[in-house]
């Protein structure tokens, strides 16, 4: 394929210039469109061959069929649940993301969060703040010694399974539909071993149909000890109101939240108005010390925006070659 110099490639968000310039060095023109409702953009589509896309909205069928110009989708991230690829690629529209990019940055903020949570620095430096110097009130654990369980062993699973060695933990891996070639200190294993063994349990999940809601009261109920829960992959991933009670009844020791249920489609804000019991749920997590909580900035960094831009334009050089 060859960049058709007559349709430009339409960026719906903000992105890092690296991404823009090499782009254009590519020879495509592009058009920078950040404030026009969905509904403008879907009259508009049939006049480009690109989407460069975060989650501002998501490309479903419907829109897709209005693009009839279109060659490809580059999605600035990782997860892809906001195109509906099947449809994309049955139009002939090639999708790309980039978690190659930010995989560092969400492994690191795993272990960010379970560090602070683990050594209570959250609360505690919230106490010094206050004039409070509480030393045994902050005793803290180790990750050493601890049995660590990586659900998903993508990009994002194995980068947090390379930097967890050096921590002395036990590294646990479970993917349903990859085989992993475990270096020393691995191990693949099935998902009743997860739930006898593991004292931490980090989800790295797609969200699909499948993995929406993995983590439940059935997934809770199902572990021999109690655990320390993480979840940087996708809100909907994981059941907010049977994780808090899991933490009521014991099950669950603790959670790092990067990602929650109720955000919004775009991820740029909370999403809703809660009510009943998703209220009573978030505002317990809001008010335990036992919670870490994040606005979903895992793969958040200067680093990975730069990452993601060079990732994206290598595999559009590579399309276009």
């Not at 439940?216 to 199902?222: C, I």
């Amino acid at each position: 394929m060859n960049p058709n110099p007559s349709l430009p490639v339409l960026f719906l968000d903000t992105v890092h210039p690296l991404l823009k310039q090499g782009i254009e060095e590519l020879g495509f023109r592009v058009e920078e469109d950040y404030d026009s409702s969905k509904e403008e953009v879907i009259n508009r589509l049939a006049e480009y061959q690109g989407i460069v896309i975060r989650s501002r909205f998501k490309l479903d069928k419907p829109l897709l069929e209005k693009a009839t110009q279109l060659r490809f989708i580059a999605r600035v991230g990782a997860g892809m649940e906001n195109i509906d690829v099947q449809a994309a690629e049955a139009l002939g529209i090639r999708c790309l993301h980039a978690p190659e990019g930010n995989k560092t940055a969400v492994a690191e903020q795993v272990l960010a969060m379970l560090l602070g949570l683990f050594n209570n620095l959250y609360r505690a430096n919230r106490e010094v703040r206050q004039g409070l110097w509480i030393r045994e009130g902050n005793r803290g654990l180790e990750l050493e010694g601890k049995t660590l369980a990586i659900i998903g062993y993508g990009n994002m699973g194995s980068a947090l399974a390379q930097r967890l060695l050096g921590f002395g933990c036990k590294v646990l891996i479970y993917d349903k539909y990859k085989l992993v070639q475990s270096p020393e200190g691995y191990k693949q294993v099935d998902i009743d071993a997860v739930y006898d063994q593991a004292d931490i349990v980090s989800l790295h999940l797609p969200l699909t149909p499948e993995t929406t809601f993995f983590a439940n009261s059935t997934f809770f109920n199902s572990f021999r000890k109690p655990i320390w829960l993480v979840n940087t992959a996708r809100g909907k991933c994981l059941k907010t109101t049977d994780l808090v009670h899991a933490m009521k009844q014991g099950k669950v020791l603790g959670a790092c939240l990067d990602v929650v249920e109720y955000e919004s489609l775009s991820f740029e804000y909370f999403g809703q108005n809660l009510t009943g019991e998703d209220k009573l749920a978030w505002d317990y997590l809001l008010s335990s010390d036992q919670v870490v909580l994040s606005p979903h900035i895992g793969g958040w960094t200067h680093e990975s925006n730069l990452k993601m831009a060079r990732v994206l334009v290598e595999k559009l050089k590579n399309l276009y070659s």
